[in-house]
């Protein structure tokens, strides 16, 4: 504990890493992933936070860990249901 009329000094080591990237690629209703004149790339599925899904989508900037998971495992679906359809 500092005496009074003393100063004390706090240093900090601060280890920057990056937590959310709040990108991913676009996709349509499919999840097939789109290339950037907006048409689907052949056999190319996305689902979950590389989907665009989580940080940002439907829960905000704000969203706590733990909630993705149940958009990302409807986001899966989707996904497998389209590569199911896509191979008959």
Do not use: N, W
Not at 10 to 18: A, E, F, G, N, Y
Not at 25 to 53: C, K, N, S, W
Not at 77 to 88: F, K, T, Y
């Amino acid at each position: 504990m500092p005496v009074a009329g003393s100063s004390s000094l706090v240093t900090v080591r601060l280890h920057i890493s990056t937590h959310k990237s709040l990108g991913g690629v676009q996709t349509d209703l499919a999840a097939r992933v789109l290339a950037t004149d907006g048409q689907p790339i052949p056999g190319l599925y996305a689902a979950g936070e590389v989907a665009g899904f989580g940080s940002g989508g439907l829960h905000g900037y704000s969203a706590l860990e733990g909630t993705f998971l149940g958009g990302c495992i409807f986001s899966g679906r989707v996904a497998g249901r389209a590569v199911a359809e896509a191979l008959g």
